[in-house]
């Protein structure tokens, strides 16, 4: 494995919380946390991203965005990476099969916040996304019941699994998906970034 990429073993269980995390908060730790138990899941990564491919501005600096990250987490299954920046990629869909390339026999599940699953339709290539990859989408305040009917939740309803077969999903022939309900939090980077301003 190249320097500045997690180590994993194959048959390992890892979700994947890709995110621009500026800066990164209590809600991304409290979904980890509930991925990390009701998904069976092993490790979650926190893939700091160069920057959204559907947002007009750019974070702040990775660097600073991975290092006030690593101080917020004090469980050693969560793990803050930088590898899509190493990688060169932006685009998930690109991301995901860089890593399935690079972690053979390791099942890679994405999570993602119900605002995203909100607009997963507008993603470069989000059935190939859907298709190669299992998928968590995790209530947030807001964005909830939105994500149920999403442009994403209807094309892809046949294979969405109920809350109580979420441990399955891992392991799970794709696509496959699962909407968790938790005590949801409503922090958000932006409300942190206009509370510094
Ligand atoms: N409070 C939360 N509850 C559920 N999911 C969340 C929460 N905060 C962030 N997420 C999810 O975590 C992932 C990374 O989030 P991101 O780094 O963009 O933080 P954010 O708070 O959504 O930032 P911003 O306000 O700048 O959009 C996304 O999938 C997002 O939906
Ligand atoms: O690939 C895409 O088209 C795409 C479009 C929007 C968002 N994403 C990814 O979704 C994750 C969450 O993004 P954000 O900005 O809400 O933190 C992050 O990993 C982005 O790279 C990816």
Redesign the pocket.
Known sequence: MRTGFPLARPGLRIGIL???FDPAHAGHVLISKVALRRLKLDRVWW?V?PG????PHGPGPLPQRMAAARRLIHDPRILVTDLEARLGL????DTLAALARLYPGVHFVWL?GSD?MVQFHH??RWRQIAADVPIAVLARPGSRLAARQSVAALTLRAFRLPETRARALATRATPAWVLLNLPMSGLSSTQLRKGRA
Do not use: E, V
């Open positions: 890709g995110g621009s893939l991203s959204n491919p559907l947002k932006r685009m998930t869909a993602m995203n993603w470069d």
